[in-house]
Nanobody, 115 residues
């Protein structure tokens, strides 16, 4: 059974940093591309960043230069380092994996950027 468990969210002031983690189980983690999405209140879920099994990364324009996605295959974990946070980054953040035709999501972790 595939499980994705996020952690690391919280309340942070504008300009601050947070590091999100997503621990995966039930899959051979190193084989799969992983991603982070977010959903703000009243908005659609949007892609934030992806990392391939080979380590190539891509980012939404809104987070380029501020967020960094990385992975530790030995720990079956994908990370999202978020720096220079802005109030508009406030959202629930979700870890994602697509395995075959199936999408898997974590339960989400809340990030609030506010003074």
């Amino acid at each position: 059974q595939v499980q994705l468990v996020e952690s690391g969210g919280g309340l942070v002031q504008p300009g601050g940093s947070l590091r999100l983690s997503c621990a995966a189980s039930g899959i051979i983690f190193r084989y799969y591309n992983m991603g982070w999405y977010r959903q703000a209140p009243g908005k659609q879920r949007e892609l934030v960043a992806t990392i391939t099994s080979g380590g190539s990364t891509s980012y939404a324009d809104s987070v380029k230069g501020r967020f960094t996605i990385s992975r530790d295959n030995a720990k079956n974990t994908v990370f999202l380092q978020m720096n220079s946070l802005k109030p508009e980054d406030t959202a629930d953040y979700y870890c994602h994996a697509r395995i075959g035709l199936q999408n898997y999501w974590g339960q989400g972790t809340q990030v609030t950027v506010s003074s």
